[in-house]
Nanobody, 120 residues
Framework: QVQLVESGGGLVQAGGSLRLSCATS????????MGWFRQGPGKEREFVGR????????FYADPVKGRFTISRDNAKKAVYLQMNSLKPEDTAVYYC?????????????WGQGTQVTVSS
């Protein structure tokens, strides 16, 4: 049974930082590209970034470039999202997701999400 569990969300003031974690189990973690997504209030889910299964390539959505950093620890089967210089518009539920290497399109597995709230 595959599980993805996000943690680290919370309330932070604008300009602050948070580090989200996504712990996984039940999958060969090193074979999966890991993505981060978010869904703000009244908004559709949007792509934040991803780190390829090899760790060689990392992509970010324009709104978070230069502020967010994705990393992974294959030994711990976890992926992280370091968020700096947070803005109120970053307020959202953040989800991690896993997609088997080489696949395109939809992700195979999703976490339950963790709430991030940025106050102005």
């Amino acid at each position: 049974q595959v599980q993805l569990v996000e943690s680290g969300g919370g309330l932070v003031q604008a300009g602050g930082s948070l580090r989200l974690s996504c712990a996984t189990s039940g999958l060969t973690f090193s074979a999966y590209t890991m993505g981060w997504f978010r869904q703000g209030p009244g908004k559709e889910r949007e792509f934040v970034g991803r780190i390829e299964w090899s760790g060689s390539f990392i992509f970010y959505a324009d709104p978070v470039k230069g502020r967010f950093t994705i990393s992974r620890d294959n030994a711990k089967k976890a992926v992280y999202l370091q968020m700096n210089s947070l803005k109120p518009e970053d307020t959202a539920v953040y989800y991690c997701a896993a997609r088997y290497r080489g696949d395109q399109g939809e992700y195979d597995y999703w976490g339950q999400g963790t709430q991030v709230t940025v106050s102005s």
